[in-house]
């Protein structure tokens, strides 16, 4: 796909993805073990990039994760996933997890992060992606904030190799 084309953020987005948890999903403090709740992001975060890009994707960064707050037993979790932005062959998704108490409604916000995707080609070589084009307000913003945080990524990766 060239990556003149571009696609709108709603045609990949997953929103309020439901996982209910269980006793085998609790850790030592008896909340949900986080790392469940990371692998379940980058697996859906996965289905966001392969969506956009209609290709083999792999992970290449994930910055940003920040835990909130618990989520506890009898909670149901609700994942929603968007494409912020889009360069040459790599992608930034957002994703968003809420805690929903199932008998009193009540919903937290839990864990925001941030995921870069690679699409590859048939050789596994990475291969140019669709652009995103966001149309809401908020997608914009988080468009916007896409830029600052691979501008970081990319200074970062820079300091790192001189040393």
Request: hydrophobic letters at 40%.
């Amino acid at each position: 796909m060239s990556s003149k084309t571009s696609k709108p953020v709603a045609a990949s987005a997953i929103d309020k993805h439901v996982y209910k948890v269980f006793p085998n999903d609790m850790n030592a403090q008896n909340t949900v073990f986080g790392g469940m709740i990371m692998a379940k992001c980058d697996r859906l975060a996965l289905v966001v990039a392969e969506r956009h890009s209609a290709r083999v994707c792999v992970t290449a960064a994930v910055d940003s994760i920040h835990f909130r707050a618990p989520a506890k037993g009898n909670d149901t979790l609700l994942f929603s996933l968007s494409l912020n932005r889009s360069w040459g062959s790599s992608m930034e998704i957002g994703a968003r997890v809420e805690a929903e108490n199932s008998y009193t409604g009540d919903v937290r916000h839990i864990l925001s992060a941030f995921f870069t995707f690679v699409a590859l080609d048939d050789e596994g070589k990475p291969v140019d992606v669709p652009a995103v084009a966001p149309e809401s307000e908020d997608e914009k913003r988080r468009y916007d904030g896409a830029a600052i945080r691979r501008e970081g990524r990319l200074a970062t990766r820079e300091r790192l190799s001189r040393q």
